[in-house]
């Protein structure tokens, strides 16, 4: 009974120090550096794809705006030469390119807000994954010295080895 005792205990430990190694910190830190820099590289590639998007928001509502401009100048021809039918066809364009400029600039104000947001998020996150670096090297410069101590600390002298050398010698000659 007391052998089945002593290996569940045995198992338990190695079990144990199994889940220990899984779960170090130093492991748990490097994966969560790789998750955000992940995460980083992602947000990046949406603001990139805001800014083109902003880029080409800005271009249609100035090729809209200028398309105002040269139907308020056909329509000027139009009712000078009094072609009333053809300034009505002018006018609902005009109309039409109004609704889409006024469309095209509340969709560029979205873009901004939403680019603003991003960018003040990847700040955040850049931030957040510089202490992460930092959190591990300290991490790693304390397991360094940890581990420098545990050598140091069994570090055996050469002067100890030929004490114990000789000890051993004696016992073995007086057997």
Do not use: W
């Not at 045995?10 to 220990?20: G, I, N, R, Y």
């Not at 955000?36 to 949406?46: G, K, P, T, V, Y």
């Not at 990139?48 to 105002?68: C, K, P, R, S, V």
């Amino acid at each position: 009974m007391a052998l089945i005792t002593r290996l569940s205990r045995l198992f338990q430990a190695d079990f144990h120090a199994v889940l220990d190694r899984i779960e170090e910190p130093d492991i748990q830190l490097k994966q969560a550096i790789r998750e955000m820099q992940f995460e980083l590289q992602q947000d990046q590639q949406r603001l990139a794809l805001l800014q083109h998007e902003a880029e080409a928001l800005a271009d249609l509502a100035a090729q809209t705006e200028q398309q105002l401009d040269e139907f308020d100048d056909e329509l000027d021809i139009c009712f000078s030469a009094k072609k009333d039918n053809l300034a009505r066809d002018l006018i609902r364009r005009k109309l039409e390119a109004e609704r889409q400029l006024h469309t095209t600039e509340q969709q560029g104000k979205a873009n901004q807000t939403s680019l603003k947001n991003l960018q003040q998020r990847i700040g955040e996150n850049h931030q957040a994954l510089d202490n992460m670096k930092q959190k591990l090297d300290l991490l790693a410069e304390n397991a360094d010295r940890s581990t420098q101590t545990h050598y140091a600390s069994a570090g055996v002298r050469s002067e100890e080895i030929e004490i114990a050398f000789l000890r051993e010698k004696q016992k073995r000659a007086a057997s």
